[in-house]
Antibody
Framework: EVQLVQSGAEVKKPGESLRISCKGS????????IAWVRQMPGKGLECMGI????????RYNPSFQGQVTISADKSTSTAYLQWSSLKASDTAMYYC???????????????WGQGTLVTVSS | EIVMTQSPVTLSASPGESATLSCRAS??????LAWYQQKPGQAPRLLIY???TRATGIPARFSGSGSGAEFTLTISSLQSEDCALYYC????????FGQGTKLEIK
């Protein structure tokens, strides 16, 4: 079974750093792009960026460029999303999701991880 | 950036009826259009991709149609379990989602 399992919920203070993870299993992790998607409370879905674990090529939504860093470790089949200095406005649910076709970016997302809730509050 | 607009915002229908959800793109996205279902506390689930292809395990009650910039998701023989938020997504140029349609079952 193809599966993405994300790290648990986080509560942080403004200015703190954070890295959340997404571990893939049941498929060749290096051959499929992984996306990170933000869902703010009561709001819709925004794709923050994508990464190809095979060579770590990364593409960012301009709205998130410089705000977050996406990385991957193919030795552990894990993708990461990290912040160096969190803001209250980063409070959201974050999902990772795999693209559906090998090495392709013009595809929908399936499956999705279960989500990681990040709460930033002083 | 391609903007996706869904209508209606909320749709209420009875069990056994059909529901039609619409999605419009600000420019043509060819057939690169997907639909997702999201239930409270859950991640989105892919229903339809490439405009009309059902994802694995999705019942035939769910069907997609359209082309270019106008798309439709039709759910026939509504069941209580279909109560959810439904999002369309274009993957023609980067990725953008509609704001969602909330389907309520009376």
């Amino acid at each position: 079974e193809v599966q993405l399992v994300q790290s648990g919920a986080e509560v942080k203070k403004p200015g703190e750093s954070l890295r959340i993870s997404c571990k893939g299993s049941g498929y060749s992790f290096t051959k499929y792009w992984i996306a990170w998607v933000r869902q703010m409370p009561g709001k819709g879905l925004e794709c923050m960026g994508i990464i190809y674990p095979g060579d770590s090529e990364t593409r960012y939504n301009p709205s998130f460029q410089g705000q977050v860093t996406i990385s991957a470790d193919k030795s552990t089949s894990t993708a990461y999303l990290q912040w160096s200095s969190l803001k209250a406005s980063d409070t959201a649910m974050y999902y990772c999701a795999r693209q559906t076709r090998v090495s392709a970016t013009v595809t929908p997302f399936d499956p999705w991880g279960q989500g990681t809730l990040v709460t930033v509050s002083s | 950036e391609i903007v996706m607009t869904q209508s209606p915002v909320t749709l209420s229908a009875s069990p056994g009826e059909s529901a039609t959800l619409s999605c419009r793109a600000s420019q043509s996205v060819s057939s690169n259009l997907a639909w997702y279902q999201q239930k409270p506390g859950q991640a989105p689930r892919l229903l339809i991709y490439d405009t009309f292809t059902r994802a694995t395990g999705i019942p035939a009650r769910f069907s997609g149609s359209g082309s270019g910039a106008e798309f439709t998701l039709t759910i026939s023989s509504l069941q209580s379990e279909d109560c959810a938020l439904y999002y369309c997504q274009q993957y023609y140029s980067w990725y953008s989602f509609g704001q969602g349609t909330k389907l309520e079952i009376k």
